[in-house]
């Protein structure tokens, strides 16, 4: 039967495009995308859709032509997603690169949110590499250079603490929403917890904000505790104590058209990169840094690995190990190097004296 439509091809394989939404989870951050303006929607689902194409025309990452929609993105990696911007710098022109491509990294921080995102996706690589305008492949992902940049995360809490309170709330609700967003880091902060727990959190799980745990349901529907330190919880009380809405989410929004809806995670990491912007820090930091910045700062400290696992709710101390053992390799290799490490001048006098009575005169002799 002859195609009526040539909006049915998909645009590299030519072949029909199957019915219904190209990912799973793709209608709820499309949803979110488009909140604001319905042409980013069509843009978001079109780049996602190419995406899709590509990897199936190109069987990439086991993607086979003949699999159904919806795509699972579990085998996606990030040199996989890369390979895809390549593709699209040499095919595309440099808008379509820069909006399709924002589209896949939109719904890998949409996963990211929610916990979904591929242990082999690096979203702070992608973003680095996206700033650049520039892929190299096969790079390997520079740990250490993301514990770096991490450790500016003290300073996204002190930018909101030294943002001048509004004396009122006005119509846009400043002094509320300032209020709120100092409460949100606060806690992202103390309980290193993922950041759709956070926002999952009701004003009841925290005893409205005097509360130090808070027992939750977290990854895999495990049971965990999070840990509500004194300076969160101040942050918290003070912020619920102006709320005059009856909404029993600890955390919702403030603008004016929202009739203050629980805060979305999308909402959460504009809150961060907010403060990232504004003191210029590394451009890939989000709200999920904080939970790789806490555990670090913890381990370092000497928290035994075993509770830093039971901290961060991982189901198994391996998978702790695993994504921190980089940056700890490198502060147990730099404990020992100031303990015995000699400069250059000392190893020469060590060198020199250590030799017996004729060899060094003849050390002598020789500089002579």
Known sequence: MARTRKETLLPISERPAPEGPTWTDEAAFLREAGAQSLKTESTYRSGLRLFADWLQHFRRAGYAKTEPWPLRPDRLTTDIILDYRNWLLANRSRATVTTYMAAVAGYLNFLDGYDRLPESVQLGKLQRQMARRQVERNQAENVIDLDIARQDIPRIIAYYDALPLPPENDTYNRRLSLLRDRAVVKMLYSTAARISEVVALNRANVGHGR???????????????????????????????????????????HSRNSSSARLSITSVHKVVKRAVHAEHLHESLSAHDFRHYRATQLLRAGMPLEVVQEFLGHADVTTTRNIYAPVLGVQVVTEWLDNLDVTPKEALNDSSTSLLPDERIATLLDRE
């Not at 529907?221 to 104590?241: D, F, M, Q, S």
């Open 211 to 253: 509360a130090a745990y808070a027992t939750i349901v977290g990854k895999g529907n495990k049971g965990r505790t999070l840990h509500i330190r004194g300076y969160a919880r101040e942050a918290v009380v003070t912020y619920l104590a102006e709320r005059t809405d009856t909404n029993p989410a600890l955390f919702v929004s």
